[in-house]
């Protein structure tokens, strides 16, 4: 099983491969991942892990209805879930190490996205990323009272991603959130 140390060095070795603009990056950190942590973080379902919106392959795309009138509203539990996406400390202000959902939402340029949580009796945190990896970019972030609220105005088309998070990993239970392209 790979330490979260050793995780964390193959992290930023993507990032700077990335930013040498190496296309295959991911796919050799993804590989290398899954081969050393018997968790594959590209695999919806596998090491027992809850299929679907906990990694980053599997986010839940909220686009049609985050358009719509209102918003996407969502009603879900992160309970089970896992920690895979790891946003830097200065999004929120707290190092975010619990477990996480991933919506994701497309916007045309000039549409602010806002992200709304309500965590029912824990602390959450909710953050707007991209790309969707590891360690990504932070556009946009919030930790503080309930509910939190996080805000991005886009400059150019763009696919964005709504974490729904915790700070720490026995920190998680039932929320909503709502998820609304204006």
């Known amino acids: 099983m790979i330490g979260r140390d050793a995780c964390i060095a193959l992290a930023a070795a993507l990032v700077a491969a990335c930013a040498q603009g190496q296309s295959t990056a991911d796919a050799a950190v993804d590989a290398t991942l899954d081969a050393r942590a018997d968790a594959p973080i590209d695999a919806p379902g596998s090491d027992g892990r809850p299929p ?3 990694i980053c392959a599997g986010a839940e795309d909220v686009t049609a209805a985050a358009h719509g009138s209102g918003g996407a ?12 996406v790891q946003p830097p400390q200065a999004c929120t202000g707290f190092v975010n190490d619990g477990p996480d959902a991933i919506y994701e939402v497309t916007v045309a340029p000039g549409k602010t996205l806002t992200a709304t949580l309500t965590p ?3 602390d959450g945190a909710v ?10 970019i932070c556009l ?26 915790s700070f ?13 392209v204006q």
């Open 168 to 180: 720490d990993p026995t920190a998680f239970g039932a929320y909503t959130l709502n998820v609304r």
């Open 140 to 165: 946009a972030g919030s930790d503080g009272a309930s509910p939190e609220v996080a805000t991005y105005l886009a400059p150019a088309a763009a696919t964005l991603y709504v974490v729904v998070d």
């Open 73 to 84: 509203t969502i009603t879900a539990d992160l309970t089970g879930y896992h920690n895979d």
């Open 120 to 122: 029912q009796g824990w």
């Open 127 to 136: 953050e707007i990323v991209q790309p969707c990896t590891l360690m990504p």
């Open 52 to 54: 679907g919106n906990d």
